[in-house]
């Protein structure tokens, strides 16, 4: 019989794999279409889902090796994705593409050592969890404020103040994690 650590089809990792499909339907729809209403509308179903596969694996004990390697990867693909879908609109600078691809490149080079001592990865910190939040809320903003209604404008700029308040999360939280590593890794050592 499988381990529950094991396993592979939960419901959490099915809704994890659904929003792995939404990526390339979101640039799809951003890049090709310029349908930005339905681009919006599939960051939000990745979005609640992102949440949902979270709280189901809590509160049903379907959490598994698989879900917490999939669940952070497939939030760094939404954002990249949706990241560089705005940065090719010119709706969000180059350079605020290259402060979130270093974080996360900054990050990956832990995995080695990481991996070295046993650990897959760090777990997830709430504060990832809330930058994460912040950008997933941030980008929808930034895209449907890119018209030029007064109604579209200040939801634009709602979206950039998720976008800033969610980029100084994520660095923060990369704090917390090179930190967290440092300890695991001297421990182990």
Known sequence: MTA????????????SLLRLALVPLFLWLV??????????AVLTVSGITDWADGAI????????????LLDPLVDRLTIA???????????????LVALLAAREVLLLAL????????????PVHYLGKAATFALYWGFPFVLVGAGSAAWEQVL??????????G???????????LDQARRVLRAAS
Not at 156 to 165: K, P
């Open 4 to 15: 529950p650590e094991d396993r592979v089809l939960t419901i959490p990792n099915v809704l």
């Open 31 to 40: 890049l090709d279409l310029r349908a930005d209403l339905a681009a919006v």
């Open 57 to 68: 694996a809590r509160r049903t004990g379907q959490t598994t090796r698989l879900g917490r």
């Open 81 to 95: 994705a949706t990241l560089i879908g705005l940065a090719l609109r010119d709706l969000v600078p180059w350079w």
């Open 111 to 122: 995995v080695p050592a990481l991996r070295r001592r046993g650990l897959l990865a760090l």
């Open 156 to 165: 634009g700029a709602l979206g950039w103040a998720f976008v800033i308040w």
């Open 167 to 177: 980029t100084a999360l994520y660095w923060y939280a990369a704090a917390l994690y």
